[in-house]
């Protein structure tokens, strides 16, 4: 049985032995201590925080794996390069076509590996499109798949050190499937269908809330990182919480282990075979954001909702053995429109906007009062343009503008749609709120006029169903996020019916695009390209192989897993 061990005491001078020491306790790292358990190996996984499951346990639960034999059930076959073909559009001059080969080629295994060697299950959509679904080799299904469900109760004691949800995603504490399931939350008042399988997943919560304190149906990432758990914990591998490593191990050839904080004190863990980075990333390393992050020079410009433990130690530590980080891509991160939302206790919540820019009688506008994108692309494209528009600025802000029947039919943000109340939200100021246009550009310190103008202009054209300006609802992953039963276009309707609401959004991340320099193995590298023996990064340790672009719904976990994966049968295939 595992035991997920928050403290213990140890001297200075501890030594302890294991075959791979896995740094991070996310999806990247349960993924190769796992696989290397499987192999017969040794493995300690030392996580800094509290809690296991790293961003993975806020995350949507998403990868994106193709050719897999989910996507073959489905009835999507493709040929072996026609997803190179895609990232090697998306990446331009940032690909590297033996890291996703690799990918391309082992992620299928490691997706039949998880699926009927652990507890971990996934489930495929008949149609999720790529991102940029126009583009050369993209795919309009078969690539992107979402964790099942999991019964918390199956995690007996190690529920409690689950990596929370974020309490945004949440309705009374119940945390929304990002599948089929949120397409019914958001057309409860409009389907009988819908209203009754709200009904049903609401009573069941609230009697497993009266039964059991919280709500036992684990979706999304939550339901990953309790999959990987469990499988972890029938293994017996042992998860040390509280625990960062603060410095890596070398001898004259070889990182050898690393040092790990363990409540205070140091402990030396010997890895014989190899060590895993996959501390998650740089989000919250402030001095490596002033350097990479264009909107954020003082490096507090930017929000970002992963763990705040996710401070770059996995860099820093691969630098000082000769790592390289690799800064180059166009764009750092994962970017994500967020709004701050202010909670009962003080606090400020992040909230994620995924879905609601591309619903029907909603569209952004800059400072000057003026639309700047397609609302309805992807959130990383959208965080590019609001970058873009916001040059020059004191700040890098947009606002996402609704009328009062987008708002009560679709919501926005972290207002919820009809029937639930937002006047919590109008009192607190998240959400401003305008009798007219122009009241409401007032209340934002927009030009009137000018704001006044954009929705006429956009009107003119919305009535007909056309965006001529931007292209609402002209692509295919635009079409996938409106309101399929809105037409002629499902992502395009006036704003006229007043009062008029806005949301400030400002630029966000849910994960590391730069990170260190590694090869297909998933070794770390040298700057002269050569090896770092016993030295792996995976997950958002590592850089991306998109080529800091966003091609599909979960292009961080997909290879994160599979990279996990191939770093494991590296170093067992090494140590054979």
């Not at 639960?61 to 076959?77: D, E, I, Q």
């Not at 689950?162 to 009374?172: A, I, K």
């Not at 305008?434 to 007032?442: C, I, M, N, S, W």
């Amino acid at each position: 049985m595992l035991t997920f061990v928050l403290e213990m005491s140890m001297s200075v001078a501890q030594q302890v032995e294991c075959d791979v020491l896995v740094i991070g306790s996310g999806a990247s790292g349960m993924s190769a201590a796992i696989t290397a358990v499987s192999r017969g190996l040794k493995v300690i996984v030392a996580e800094k925080a509290p809690h296991y499951g790293g961003t993975t346990s806020r995350s949507g639960g998403w990868l994106w794996v193709p050719n897999t034999h989910l996507a073959k059930a489905m009835g999507h076959h493709e040929s072996p390069d026609q997803a190179l073909t895609y990232i090697k559009d998306q990446a331009g001059e940032h690909f590297d076509e033996a890291r996703t080969r690799a990918f391309l080629n082992h992620g299928p295994a490691a997706i039949d590996f998880f699926m009927s060697k652990t507890a971990v299950q996934f489930d495929m959509p008949l149609t999720f499109p790529d991102y940029h679904a126009e583009a050369p080799g993209a795919a309009q299904g078969g690539r992107s798949m979402v964790t099942r469900p999991y019964d918390a109760r199956e995690l007996g004691p190690l529920l409690k050190t689950l990596g929370p949800v974020l309490p945004e995603l949440t309705v009374f504490g119940l945390t929304i499937g990002s599948g089929k399931e949120i397409i019914h939350f958001m057309r409860a008042s409009r389907s009988l269908e819908s209203a009754w399988y709200v009904t049903k997943r609401l009573t069941k919560h609230f009697g497993e809330v009266l039964t059991y304190g919280r709500g036992m149906t684990l979706t999304n990432g939550n339901a990953l990182a309790a999959r990987l758990a469990k499988t972890a914990s029938d293994m017996s591998i042992p998860v040390w919480l509280s625990s960062p490593a603060v410095e890596l191990l070398r001898d004259e050839t070889h990182v050898t282990g690393a040092v790990v904080d363990r409540e205070g004190s140091r402990v030396n863990v010997k890895a014989r075979l190899g060590v895993v980075l996959a501390s998650g990333g740089i989000p919250h390393d402030v001095e490596r954001i002033k350097k990479v992050y264009p909107h954020a020079p003082n490096g507090m410009e930017h929000w970002s909702p992963t763990p705040s433990t996710n401070q770059g130690d996995g860099a820093r530590m691969a630098e000082a053995v000769g790592g390289v980080f690799d800064d180059s891509l166009p764009n750092a991160a994962a970017w994500t429109p967020m709004s701050l939302v202010p909670r009962k206790d003080g606090s400020t919540g992040i909230m994620p906007h995924f879905i609601d820019r591309a619903k029907p009688g909603v569209i952004a506008v800059a400072k000057s009062g003026k639309r700047f994108t397609n609302e309805a692309n992807s959130y990383h494209d959208v965080v590019q343009a609001m970058v873009q528009v916001s040059k020059g600025q004191d700040e890098t802000a947009v606002y996402l503008i609704a009328d009062h029947r987008a708002i009560r039919r679709y919501g926005l943000g972290f207002v919820k749609p009809f029937p639930m109340p937002m006047g919590e939200h109008l009192r607190n100021g998240y959400l401003k709120k305008g009798r007219t246009v122009a009241d409401l550009a007032q209340q934002l310190g927009i030009n009137p006029g000018a704001l006044e103008e954009t929705i006429r202009e956009y009107n003119d054209q919305a009535r007909f169903g056309r965006d001529p300006q931007f292209g609402r609802g002209s692509k295919a992953y635009n079409r996938y996020q409106g309101d399929a039963l809105h037409g002629p276009n499902p992502c395009v309707e006036p704003l006229q019916s007043g009062p008029f609401y806005a949301i400030k959004l400002v630029p966000g991340d849910i994960g590391s695009f730069m990170g260190l320099k590694t090869d297909a193995h998933s070794c770390v590298i040298q700057a002269d390209g050569v090896v770092i023996p016993g030295l792996y990064a995976v997950g958002n340790d590592a850089v991306s192989i998109m080529g800091g672009e966003y091609p599909g719904a979960g292009i961080t976990l997909g290879p994160g897993l599979t990279f996990g994966y191939i770093a494991a049968n590296h170093i067992a295939d090494q140590a054979r």
